[in-house]
């Protein structure tokens, strides 16, 4: 296939995200003196932004690629959940799955920027697993959406902050194995090892790293395969995929590896960057079983979010142009 035809078939890709949702809040402003109360900039603001994040920006991209996206997760009964699902459904993400609980809060990460600077971040969250009734109601809308709709690709965005407990991430796992959809993750510490089994498994270097207490800072290709066999002798998933930051991406399927170096970007910001990775990893993979390709298509989406100040959504057209002018179409 080629280029045209491959993002014509993501309007056919069912794809669900469970995970963490955050609301993203921007407050812009300018900084002309130091505060004599302390020695502290004040910044005038004049604006605010809303964006969102956490799995929630896993789901924008999937849906800015044209894939139907709906999102399984726990937010708070607040005006901040209120807004955050607005925001959601304005994007034609399904959010009827998402459970509102009155046992915890909206997590809202308040960024404040000056000259497209982050001045300081304030976090509002509850990051203690949800309640057990949460928990089931979860399991049993997910097992029945499953059932009824079997998505394409099922992606586990795990932030720690309590949506995902081991014991909903396997019962979740053994539903997709019954129904035959590909499974991806994009890992965080507390579970990290809990994802047996799926298909791709993401962490970024970084997370490795601490999961497996390595010190070395040589990450060559053969470093790199040493880690994926010991990720895989615990996790028997089918795919390690692997964020190296300004280096690139590294996957291996099987014996088959290899590092696909990033490309030059001016790069603002990294934030979001990775959900922008399994996103785009997840549902390409999901179409074509070709792991290369979902890598080397994720690594430049990875990198145009970038260069964007603050959480992003791949954009559909121009990651088509980049994948035409960077990548060898399949034939």
């Known amino acids: ?22 609301l993203d809040t921007y407050w812009w402003g300018k900084v002309d003196r130091i505060s004599p109360e302390a020695p502290v900039p004040v910044v005038t603001l004049g604006r605010k932004e809303h964006r969102i994040g956490g799995a929630g920006n ?15 997760s726990v937010v708070g009964d607040d005006v901040d959940g ?14 009827k799955y998402i459970i509102k609980s009155e046992e915890r809060i ?49 992606i586990f965005e795990d932030y720690n902050k ?28 507390a579970n990290f090892f809990t994802y047996k089994g799926v298909d791709i498994f993401k962490p970024n270097l970084k997370e ?13 290709e053969a470093t790199l395969r040493n880690i994926h066999a010991e990720l895989h002798q ?14 690139g991406i590294f996957f291996q399927k099987g014996s088959s590896s290899k590092v696909a170096p990033s490309h030059v970007r001016n790069i603002a910001d990294v934030s979001g960057a990775g959900d922008t990775v399994i996103a785009v990893a997840s549902v390409i993979y999901a179409i074509t079983k070709d ?9 430049i989406a990875g990198g145009l979010v970038c260069e964007e100040i603050g959480t992003a959504a791949i954009g559909r057209v121009r990651l088509l142009q980049e994948c035409k002018k960077l990548l060898v179409p399949v034939d």
């Not at 296939?1 to 955050?22: P, Y």
């Open 1 to 22: 296939m080629n280029f045209n035809e491959l993002f014509l078939q993501l309007e056919k890709v069912r794809v669900a995200v469970v995970g963490d949702l955050m």
């Open 58 to 72: 896993v789901a924008l991209n999937t849906s800015s690629l044209g894939c139907e996206t709906t999102l399984f």
């Open 82 to 95: 209120e807004l955050l699902l607005g925001l959601l459904q304005e994007r034609h993400i399904d959010t």
């Open 106 to 154: 909206t997590t809202n990460k308040i960024r404040v920027m000056s000259r497209s600077q982050q001045m300081i971040r304030l976090d509002s969250e509850i990051t203690d697993d949800v309640r057990d009734e949460d928990e089931r109601a979860l399991l049993y809308n997910f097992a029945s959406y499953v059932k009824r709709y079997q998505p394409t690709v099922v």
């Open 162 to 189: 309590g949506v995902l407990s081991p014991t909903l991430i396997t019962e979740m796992i053994a539903v997709c194995k019954e129904h035959g959809v590909v499974t991806t993750v994009d890992p965080k510490r």
């Open 208 to 220: 490795v790293k601490e999961a497996l207490n390595l010190i070395s800072e040589d990450m060559n």
């Open 234 to 247: 615990t996790l028997q998933h089918k795919i390690s995929l692997i964020t190296l930051s300004e280096k």
């Open 291 to 299: 792991i290369k390709l979902a890598a080397e298509m994720s690594n």
